[in-house]
């Protein structure tokens, strides 16, 4: 029997579902084959030695030109899986056809053995599958068959936008627009009045009430506008469904997308709907079996 574990290897964070517990971890990390390890989070895989919560976020668009498979092994160990699994990833809709391939190529059917933060741990996947980062937040909705329901999955460096009808996709539209697009706002501005701030610095200033969110509205509204704007494009009638924002920028756009669409509310578990989502699509498919 394998058991089935659904993953968002995202700019900022790592998300993985078990089907109990949601875990969540920072996506950022260094090589460093001389570090010592003792008090340090890191894993040791082929030789090689790589430190998290250090070094810059990866801004990098496309997820399989990163070393997807440390982000990955490090939040799998985090969250206790081991041993045999069928997984499932995700990636944005713009990409998913030239990416989906290479994931497959390396992780299904592939065992890894590795060592994460002085453990052991050894891990096979069985079967690997690779959804659309905002789709799967669908299926984590209780109530999705009935009516015009649209998704917009707002991510580090893309948003996802998806619309159904009773329960069946329409449209999709993704945009390299992000909340890494915001923080990057936030971190020129505050560089300019003179602090000495990077990107990696902005969540930890929101989160301690250091700055305020509220200070940065007019950047806000000019990436809202951006968003909205290009999404007229291909789904000109967007106002017309009940909208779900979704994904770890949905605080911080929530408010502004309500000031342009009349029916807007934050997704519950906006940080795990798609792995939550991508579980309940695994379940369907047997892949917890």
Known sequence: MCKLITGDLGSFNIKIFDGKNTNCFENRFIQDNDAELYGTEYISLEDNI??????????????????????????????????????????????????????????????????????????????????????????????????????????????????????????????AIGTMNLFQSITDKLTNAGENRKLEDIQKLLDNNIISIENYSDDIERLSKELTNDVKLDIPNLEDYKIFVTGGGAEYFINSLKNIYKNVDEMQDNLFSNVLGAFEIGKAKGWNK
């Open 50 to 175: 790589y430190i998290f919560n250090k070094g810059n976020f990866n801004k990098e668009l496309c997820k399989t030109k990163k070393n997807f498979k440390v982000s990955l092994l490090y939040g799998l160990s985090k969250a206790g899986v081991t041993g045999d699994i069928n997984l499932i990833l995700h990636l944005p809709s713009s990409s998913i056809l030239g990416q989906k391939d290479k994931l497959v190529e390396q992780l299904q059917g592939k065992e890894f053995e590795y060592i994460c933060d002085g453990k052991q741990n050894n891990i096979r996947i069985k079967k690997l599958g690779v959804l659309k980062e905002g789709f799967s937040s669908f299926y984590s909705l209780s109530k999705r068959n009935k009516g015009l329901i649209a998704v917009i999955d707002i991510g580090g460096r893309s948003t996802e936008i998806f619309t159904f009808s009773d329960g069946q996709l329409e449209k999709e539209k993704s945009i």
